[in-house]
């Protein structure tokens, strides 16, 4: 899902307002998630999860082109963990695809049996 799929999908949802408060609201929403994480907080969205930075420390690498070693400064990067909700249900839905996909291959098993 991209960012303008979710607006749409917001927008459709939520008939009172219009395309352009609902990419308002969205672009509001992730520009505070943005700050909080850039000034080292932490985010924790209930059901879903939570956002963090994680520091990468300073390590030693190399150049593809001529294997020189080159020096990686550390880095702080934004980190997702997701929610036992979210885990669970796309654990959930990947149980159900699985479940019909060996159906689907069981029918189709089925019937090349029977046409021979």
């Known amino acids: 899902m991209t960012r303008s799929d979710l607006v749409a999908k917001l927008a459709e949802q939520f008939g009172q307002l219009t395309h352009r ?22 985010i924790e969205i209930r059901g879903f999860g939570s956002f963090s930075i994680n520091r990468r420390p300073p390590r030693m690498g190399r ?3 001529s294997g020189e070693q ?4 550390e ?3 934004p980190h997702f963990k997701p929610g036992k909700a979210l885990r669970e249900a796309v ?9 019909e996909a060996a159906a689907k291959a069981a029918a189709a098993a089925a019937s090349a049996e029977s046409a021979s």
């Open 63 to 65: 150049n593809p082109r």
């Open 75 to 77: 880095k702080l990067v």
């Open 91 to 99: 654990d959930a839905r990947g149980d159900q695809q699985e479940a």
């Open 70 to 73: 080159v020096v990686i400064p």
């Open 21 to 42: 408060d609902t990419e308002f609201a969205v672009k509001t929403i992730l520009d505070a998630m943005s700050d909080a994480l850039a000034r080292g907080h932490r």
